[in-house]
Nanobody
Framework: VQLQASGGGLVQAGGSLRLSCAGSGRTFSRYAKGWFRQAPGKEREFVAAINWNGASTYYGDSVKGRFTISRDNAKNTVYLQMNSLKPEDTAVYYC????????????????WGQGTQVTVSS
């Protein structure tokens, strides 16, 4: 499984961005997907996760109500819609895939993408 994240950029506070993570591999659709982020000098933080068929989603407390994770298995892609962005959302965002379907907030994913930078200006 290979993952390629895209969609990051510079946005003003209150704005929106949509991140995409395209995957390859014939079993990609069976994996749960997650988004994590890491700001300079901080530990990697759980952002959101979705199980293999999209029936269950999970969010970190700091993004609940503002971010939405979704997936399109026909396109082998998972998305992170980020609204009402704040300067504290500035970080490198990573997508990840794992065969687990529970405890998806844990930083124990099997496969990781390369990361995409999100910068929110005040």
């Amino acid at each position: 499984v290979q993952l390629q994240a895209s969609g990051g950029g510079l946005v003003q506070a209150g704005g929106s961005l949509r991140l995409s993570c395209a995957g390859s591999g014939r079993t990609f659709s069976r994996y749960a997907k997650g988004w994590f982020r890491q700001a300079p000098g901080k530990e990697r933080e759980f952002v959101a996760a979705i199980n293999w068929n999209g029936a269950s989603t999970y969010y970190g407390d700091s993004v609940k109500g503002r971010f939405t994770i979704s997936r399109d298995n026909a396109k082998n892609t998972v998305y992170l819609q980020m609204n009402s962005l704040k300067p504290e959302d500035t970080a490198v965002y990573y997508c990840a895939a794992d065969s687990r379907q529970s405890n998806l907030y844990r930083n124990e994913y099997e496969y990781w993408g390369q990361g995409t930078q999100v910068t929110v200006s005040s």
